[in-house]
């Protein structure tokens, strides 16, 4: 659990809503990592007792991994995080068979700019960032080998409907294959079953209590993709590189832990989600929730402030503690205008007002409270 | 006093933030984002809010960047090139002090709760009673009270400019000396949004419509030449203008009539320069008092009197080109500051 701020220099955080940008290891995953990290050291494509020993520890974690994400183990391929997932599904296909790339507006830019850079179309989104599906079956011909629509939003915690989705893309171009990235919905949404008509899935560790830079892509049977770099062929050939074996560890302990709670957490935290959202559209005059509230993961509250520029509303909430986001961080650190919202059709200077407040499993009451009462005094300092 | 530090990522900021702290103010430091686009370095680049963000870690203190690349572009990008595509040469790192520095990044530091706004400006602010001047800095070399020459009361008022007692080399030995990684970094040079490779053409060219002119004799009017862009000519320029056996300079830049004026250096020197949009660091100096005034950033000052509306030289002086800041001085200390008519 996180308590040992001192060290990594945030002493004075009191309340943490930005699970949506990363969440805290969760103890099981802690704990499952910290043998490979040490005795259990091996690389597992050797034929050693030591190798064999992380071996199977991948096996185990691929074998939970697919349950969890509703695959077979050999579908699984481990990869170094959601980007490199995304960008293996996109360029690995298009790499074998050629062809487009479609994908939605609004996705994240693991798979946005990779569209962008194999030549692809971007489909355009409603009000509330749902993809239009007539938008969708008009992009789409022979021509088109794979289509990439999110199961779940970054930013807005809009969820897709992939099953539509998967039927546009039988009726419309056959031949294509279908990826999700599913990224920030592992932590809320039954994957293994929302996933199921895509062909590919990308998932990310630390988004939902495993460690950064491991991640996976499930490619079903039958979907055939070259690697993205070349090597010793791990990973059926599909993924060189040696295992991050803790990570791997790790990242299937903290999905069997996440699956198994995951209905008693979207309770509790959709509860406090609601209250968040409830109490600061009440408390702060001209406050406007982004998109229909019930089409979003648990976690999620996107709010704009018209008049109040987010950038600086996110300084005064750093100052009383409380960690949330705005839009997306570019290289230097600036905040950009969010693609996401101007997708869905929000004016850039509303774009540049919004708070995107993302709750997870560790977010207790008192989090909120303090955010119920740090973010209309910010608001209001602001506003003057 | 809590204080937010302008940090462009070079040592002068830098230094000025490590003297706040060390004067026991509370000091957080800020980036800011300007622009997006192509640039050798300067205020903007990913590199320099790096080397801000270190600074910031080594001096302890919390570092932000705001990201004001639409201000940017609305405020000094934009106009810089429509002043172009009008015949006038405009100082873009004023205008850029102006509306971002002393305009919005003070405002923002105002909403946020802080006292003052620092820079790393070779200047000096001073107190005279309940009011504020504006001094040159201690090193005559690096000086840069002309850039800051358009402030007035409410923005000194909320200004601390720490490095402004120290000479450069004075900054780089405190900065070696507290091991902040940018003591030896080059001081940033020219416009941070035009290429030292593409320069001004490369910049504008995608801009504005450039038009190729004819270059016009000032005393017989004959036509003497030709330039391949009327909006890249400055006043006072002489590269491209050269002709016969003596230099020649751009007197008149006529973009409408792709007309540029050229003559000798005696045809280039005038008796004064009427100023625009002047404002005062104080009240407005009464017409007929003299000064000094100075015509670009490092420019040498040259005696004057001020008429009220006008900067009338005591000895003939080289033109201003249109849209350039005069800064006028009474000794070390700046007056006010308007452009070039």
Request: proline share 4%; charged share 20%.
């Amino acid at each position: 659990m996180y308590s040992g701020s001192r060290v990594v220099g945030w002493g004075a955080v009191t309340a943490y809503l930005d699970h949506a940008a990363t969440t805290p290891l969760r103890p099981e995953g802690l704990e499952a990592m910290l043998p490979f990290l040490t005795d259990g050291f091996g690389n597992p494509s050797g034929s050693h007792a030591v190798s064999r020993a992380a071996r199977a520890a991948v096996d185990e974690a691929r074998d939970t991994v697919a349950e969890a994400l509703g695959c077979q183990p050999g579908e699984v391929v481990f990869t170094a995080g959601g980007t490199e997932a995304d960008n293996l599904a996109l360029a690995g296909v298009v790499g074998k068979r050629g062809g487009t790339v479609v994908c939605s507006a609004v996705e994240h830019h693991a798979v946005l700019h990779a569209t962008h850079a194999l030549g692809g179309r971007v489909v355009a989104v409603d009000g509330d960032g749902v993809v239009d599906l007539d938008a969708l079956a008009g992009a789409l011909d022979d021509g088109v080998s794979v289509v990439s629509v999110m199961l779940a939003n970054n930013e807005v915690g809009t969820v897709e409907p992939l099953a539509e989705v998967a039927e546009v893309v039988r009726r419309r171009a056959p031949g294509a294959v279908l990826h999700t990235d599913a990224v920030q919905a592992f932590p809320w949404l039954d994957v293994a079953a929302l996933a199921a008509p895509a062909d590919l899935v990308a998932v990310s560790a630390h988004k939902f209590g495993g460690p950064k830079g491991v991640g996976a892509l499930v490619v079903r049977a039958g979907v055939e993709i070259v690697p993205l770099f070349h090597g010793g062929g791990q990973e059926r050939d599909r993924r060189s590189g040696t295992h991050n074996v803790a990570g791997i560890v790790g990242m299937a302990a903290a999905m069997r832990a996440t699956v198994a709670g995951r209905q008693a957490v979207n309770e509790r935290v959709g509860a406090l989600r609601d209250r968040l959202a409830d109490g600061l559209l009440a408390a702060v005059p001209g406050a406007v929730e982004t998109g229909r509230r019930a089409g979003r993961v648990a976690g999620s509250c996107h709010l704009r402030f018209p008049g109040v520029e987010s950038e600086a509303l996110l300084v005064l909430l750093d100052d009383a503690g409380v960690c949330a986001s705005a839009g997306s961080a570019c290289a230097s650190g600036a905040i950009e205008p969010s693609h996401v919202l101007t997708a869905m059709g929000v004016p850039r200077s509303e774009a540049l007002s919004s708070l995107r407040l993302s709750l997870g499993v560790t977010t207790t009451d008192d989090e909120v409270d303090l955010a119920l009462k740090a973010v209309p005094a910010a608001v209001e300092k602001l506003r003057v | 006093m809590r204080v937010l530090v302008a940090m462009s990522g070079g040592v002068d900021s830098s230094v000025a933030a490590a003297l706040l702290l060390e004067a026991g103010h509370e000091v957080v430091g800020a980036t800011m984002k300007l622009w997006g686009g192509a640039g050798d370095s300067g205020c903007c680049s990913v590199a320099d809010v790096e080397d801000a963000r270190a600074v910031a870690r080594q001096l302890g203190i919390t570092h932000h960047v705001f990201n004001f690349t639409d201000d940017f572009e609305a405020r000094v990008v934009g106009p810089y090139a429509a002043a172009h595509a009008a015949g006038r040469t405009p100082n873009p790192c004023i205008e850029c002090n102006r509306h971002l520095k002393f305009d919005r990044f003070l405002d923002r530091a105002v909403k946020l709760g802080f006292d003052a706004v620092a820079t790393g400006h070779h200047a000096r602010v001073a107190p005279a009673g309940v009011r504020y001047e504006l001094r040159r800095g201690a090193d005559g070399a690096k000086d840069q009270s002309y850039v800051l020459s358009m402030l007035g009361q409410s923005q000194l008022a909320r200004l601390l400019l720490p490095v402004g007692e120290l000479t450069k080399a004075g900054v780089r030995d405190r900065a070696a000396a507290l091991g902040l990684r940018t003591a030896a970094k080059p001081d940033s040079q020219d416009v941070c949004f035009v290429t030292s490779t593409g320069g001004r053409e490369a910049f504008l060219g995608p801009r504005i419509a450039l038009h190729p002119g004819r270059l016009v004799d000032a005393v017989t009017g004959s036509v003497v030449g030709a330039v391949p862009a009327v909006e890249l000519v400055t006043v006072g320029q002489r590269r491209g203008m050269g002709v016969g056996t003596e230099r020649r300079y751009a007197v008149a830049v006529d973009v409408p009539g792709r007309t540029v004026t050229v003559g000798t250096a005696a045809d280039v020197l005038a008796g004064g320069v009427a100023l625009e949009q002047v404002s005062w660091v104080d009240e407005p100096v009464p017409a007929g008092t003299e000064v000094t005034a100075q015509a670009s950033a490092h420019g040498a000052p040259a005696a004057a009197t001020w008429d009220g509306a006008a900067v009338r030289w005591d000895w003939p002086q080289r033109r201003v080109a249109p849209g350039q800041t005069v800064a006028l001085y009474a000794g070390d200390r700046v007056l006010g500051a308007g452009l070039a008519a």
